[in-house]
């Protein structure tokens, strides 16, 4: 192939470089405060201890094949079973990510006559999940209930005739802040709709139990949730909780569940014990609610930012290549922080995105938040 062939993705990606929106990968460094294992589980003894077990007792760490041919095992099922009574949902399907769950259930569930409403900040998964519906769908201003409404009203007017699609995150990951999930509840409601909640940040950490934001409204017909198991459940996979017949038509009808290979056997009892842990442990939450305040009092009182109220914590800078430049110097003091840029927030928003996980301490956090007021302004424009 000549070199002429690739020529078009090196200028893409010169022209990346030059916006300082070029992605490359590196390596963990440095005290963590930028992963989304917040209860510190991914390391957690007991689980490893339950993987290892598993492995002993002859789970096998691959399925061999889709859930619909020999793929489907034992562990899937029981995961699937303990994890709708745990979240109190009438059933859960176990997929082998957030991203893959989210394309399936916009992909699929909504249809040809209906109308996808999103909240402008939801995930890469589920735009990638609206982009291949057919399904109408417009994005709204960022957690404005009315124009959800607005929205809905003004398809109906223009003679929309199926169910609307209601789809937002219940804490979002870039800004840290939730969705009024029940005043969207109500709204569905009104519409005769569904509400779609990611609860992927929230799972493990907010709700009775660590069961969420949404927790209480999964019992009902017309609520569907998006549970990851890849942040404070510390393993990998989702669960999508939603009715049976909505699981079922899934299972019919989803290209990327009929076709792909199943999640691992071992990885499902990994998220089974997972749940065990989030049940026996509420001590964990308490400490990662402890920690989160102490790093909110930090960055107010030292640098003069409100905190988002989450464990997540947004440290707006707004230059690419600031951005990117503060990051750098807060790896080097030896704080793992990342630039987060466009695509993944708009123009004008780069930031820093630190995480508070039980990975850290209070002290790692005040000395943290000492060198990034040094490092913003070493960098002052």
Known sequence: MSSQALARYAATLAGLQRKSRLRTLSLQQGVDFTSND??????????????????????????GGSRLLRG??????????EAAAFFGVEKI???????????????????????IVHDA??????????????????A???????????????????GGKGRPWIAVESLYSMDGDQAPISELAELADRHDGFLIVDEAHATGIFGPGGRGLASGLESRGNVLVLHTCGKALGVSGALLGLPAVLADYL???????????????LMA????????????EPEQRMRLERLKNFAGEQLSSRIGISPSGSQILPVMIGDNARSVRVAERMRAGGF??????????????????????????????????????VAIEEDRP
């Open 140 to 158: 709204v201003p960022h957690n404005e209930v009315a124009a959800f409404d607005q929205a809905i009203r003004r398809w109906r007017a223009g």
């Open 251 to 265: 299972i019919n009808r989803a290209r990327n569940f009929i076709y792909s290979t199943a999640p691992s056997p």
């Open 38 to 63: 917040y209860l510190g589980l991914a390391s957690a003894p007991r689980l490893k201890a339950a993987i290892s077990a598993a492995i002993d007792k002859g789970v096998p760490a691959g399925a």
């Open 93 to 115: 399907l176990y997929f082998g990510s957030g991203f893959a769950a989210n394309v399936a259930l916009f992909s699929s569930l909504p249809q040809r006559d209906d109308l």
């Open 121 to 138: 900040l939801i995930h890469a998964s589920a735009h990638d999940g609206i982009s291949a519906s057919k399904a109408e769908a417009v």
């Open 269 to 280: 009892s990994g998220v089974r014990e997972a749940l065990r842990m989030i049940a026996d």
């Open 336 to 373: 793992d922080i990342r630039a987060i840029r466009p695509p993944t927030v708009p123009d004008g928003t780069a930031r820093l995105r630190i995480s508070i996980t039980l990975n850290v301490d209070e002290d790692q956090i005040a000395a943290m938040v000492r060198r990034l007021a």
């Open 72 to 81: 489907n095992h034992a562990e899937h099922e029981a995961l699937e079973a």
